[in-house]
């Protein structure tokens, strides 16, 4: 009699899986023996099928284990500030939409939270480092300050799961160790053989060390570069621009690549002292002048700036970065004298103008309808020159009524030139056009302020806030600006929002439920701000 595992040999474990989900009533089992049942002749084959195909693993032999982590040597977090970091993670915006009610909104505060923890330097408790690295892989706004606090131990963990690579991406050089200026010959081979992130993670290293080291291990290969490895490299020239660059920058102005050749010269513009600077001044200066009988079209007699554009684009212009082609709808000579004047040293103006302060300049009127172009380029040079001076004349007095000011034509040009002011004047200007203009327009122009808001500027959010409420409006108008005051309004406001917490009687010409809902949206505020208090003290190192 033929034994069971001869009739079972050559069946398939696919084909035994089939006949058991069938049942050996529909279908007779393969190999099955006369006499016996069906069910017990199922299960011997399948039995028999187990052990062949166990017994078919090659072993292997066993992976080695990985390297333990570098210790952190930070201290570790206080108690009640790991215990609010789990809290922070845990929690999860909701998805069924409607209203918020009074709770704060605690991921909103969890970018706050990890500020705090990494200004105090902090090692991050490591049985949180799966959440933050999960918080961080869905938001990547987080990804800088979670990779911070989290240190070398997230890079150990994102190279055992797949999920975590983002953090060696982030990572200068892919999460590589990278040689000190005590290793040059370490240096040497990772710039001849590494890849191209540990080459640019290695020359921002050295350059933040030694600016004149980095130039000379750039400029032992730039010849041979690719163009886009160029502009990179390029780029890293940024940090710590000073005079010293200027030659190397100069030589860039003849590479084979546009861009290359474009972004040496906005560096070397922003070296008010370089030779670019020089003749751009000159280039510019010859183009715009003042006209002490009122320009060709005042007829005042007052003085007044006469501009005449550029009639070509010579080839030194296009070698000092002048693109040639104007955009779509933009006329070419206005286009060229825009990047003139964008790409001049502001501190030539005022000899040109004989002595005139940027206020003054600014506030002299323009002939000719060049007014715009004029005003746009020195907002762009202000911008890119970080000249304080020339942003706050651009930007004008807060009450001005044009949503532009007198250089500005949007807010988002206003919003990167007070980004060029001091913070107290910063805030200072804000709060000024929120008590003129209300929030409507403001959020933009908050966003740019430092965190916490200087006092004037809370003051001015609240009034404001408290302003729209009275108005009769719903607050959904203002969550954004809802939004930011619960992350970076002061916490000592809280005393101040307390009576607005409470609900009004709804006037006449309110919306229906409008001061309740203002209320509800008070005291998430409030309750947001007595929070975020707590957590900096938590945060607080033992016997601070």
């Not at 979670?146 to 892919?174: E, H, K, Q």
């Amino acid at each position: 009699m033929t034994s069971t595992s001869e009739a079972s040999a050559g069946l398939s474990w696919e084909e035994l899986v089939t006949t058991a989900l069938l049942g050996t009533d529909r279908r007779t089992p393969p190999g099955a023996v006369p006499g016996r049942e069906a069910p017990v002749a199922l299960l011997d084959a399948a039995a028999v099928e187990t052990v062949r195909r166990r017994a078919g693993i090659r072993p292997v032999r066993a992976a080695a284990r990985p390297q333990p982590a570098a210790p952190d040597r930070r201290p570790p977090l206080p108690p009640a500030a790991t215990r609010r970091l789990t809290t922070l993670l845990a929690d999860r915006p909701g998805t069924g939409g409607g209203r918020r009610g009074t709770a704060p909104d605690l991921m909103e505060l969890l970018p706050q939270w990890l500020a705090l923890a990494n200004a105090h330097g902090y090692a991050a408790p490591p049985e949180a480092l799966p959440a933050l690295l999960d918080a961080a892989r869905g938001r990547t706004d987080l990804r800088p300050a979670v990779l911070a606090f989290a240190g070398a131990r997230a890079l150990w963990l994102a190279r055992l799961n797949t999920d975590w690579r983002f953090a060696l991406r982030a990572a200068p050089g892919g999460g590589a160790s990278l040689p000190g200026p005590d290793e040059p010959e370490g240096v040497r081979r990772l710039w001849r053989e590494g890849l191209f992130a540990e080459r640019v993670a290695l020359l921002t290293a050295i350059r933040a060390g030694d600016a004149a080291a980095a130039r000379e291990l750039l400029s032992s290969t730039w010849p041979t570069e690719r163009a886009e490895d160029r502009l990179m490299f390029l780029d890293t020239l940024r940090t710590g621009l000073a005079a010293a660059d200027e030659p190397f920058l100069e030589a860039a102005l003849t590479d084979r690549s546009r861009n290359v050749r474009a972004t040496a010269a906005e560096l070397l513009s922003a070296l008010p002292d370089s030779a670019l600077a020089r003749r751009m001044a000159k280039r510019a200066t010859a183009c715009v002048a003042v006209d002490h009988m009122g320009g060709t079209s005042s007829g005042t007699g007052a003085p007044a700036i006469v501009v005449e554009a550029p009639h070509e684009c010579d080839p030194g212009m296009e070698r000092d970065g002048v693109l040639p082609k104007a955009p779509a709808g933009r006329g070419e000579r206005s286009w060229w004298l825009g990047q003139l004047v964008e790409a001049a040293p502001l501190g030539a103006w005022s000899g040109r103008f004989g002595g005139r302060t940027p206020e003054e300049i600014v506030a002299l009127p323009v002939a000719d309808d060049w007014q715009s172009e004029l005003h746009g380029a020195w907002c762009r040079a202000a911008v890119r020159q970080r000249d304080p001076g020339w942003s706050r004349a651009l930007l004008g007095a807060p009450s001005t009524p044009e949503a532009g000011g007198p250089g500005a034509a949007s807010l988002a040009e206003r919003a990167k030139l007070l980004a060029t002011l001091e913070g107290g004047k910063r805030a200072e200007w804000v709060a000024g056009f929120i008590a003129t203009h209300g929030l409507s327009e403001a959020f933009q122009l908050l966003g740019v302020c430092a965190v916490p808001w200087a006092p004037p500027l809370g003051r001015a959010v609240v009034d404001a806030l408290d302003i729209a409420r009275d108005a009769g409006s719903y607050p959904w108008s203002f969550s954004g600006v809802m939004g930011l005051a619960e992350r970076c309004l002061d916490p000592g406001e809280a005393v101040r929002l307390q009576p607005l917490t409470a609900t009004p009687e709804d006037a006449e010409d309110a919306a229906p439920g409008a001061g309740g809902y203002w209320a509800e949206a008070f005291q998430r505020l409030a309750t947001t701000l007595r929070l975020r208090a707590t957590m900096r003290a938590e945060l607080e190192p033992p016997g601070a």
